[in-house]
């Protein structure tokens, strides 16, 4: 870095204000103006920014099915008032399948979830970032807020 006054090559400069303009000078200019900011101006501040920024988009969204998804396929199934074979014949699936989503005992995959989001215009995956620092929202059941602290050690 230069400082703006003298041309001193220097590391060190000084945000200060010479005859009311805002210059970065060098330590012995500093006499010359007013200093603003004490701490010399860095360059690696700067780079330190720009490396943080791609390293932002590391978060992952996850997917997750609806614990009490089978209800709410009944539930809207019925405001239909569709059977379930009826239902399973719109959405090109087996009568035996949306039998098995509604009893719960089958968890549809995500891409079945989004199909019967679409139908039924209701939800049934949950997305969420996974972050490394994970709000209270979005905690996984029994995750304590004990373990939260442990965990970020
Ligand atoms: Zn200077």
Redesign the pocket.
Known sequence: MQ??????KTENLFRAIVEGTELN??K??AKYGKIIEKKPVKVIEEKKEYVRKPAEPEKEIIQVIVPDFAQRIRNKRESFKLKQKEFAKKISEKESLIHNLETGSFKPSISLARKLEKFLKIKLIEEYEEEHEQSSETKPEGFTIGDLIKVKK
């Open positions: 400082c703006d006054l003298c041309g001193a000078i060098c012995d200019c």
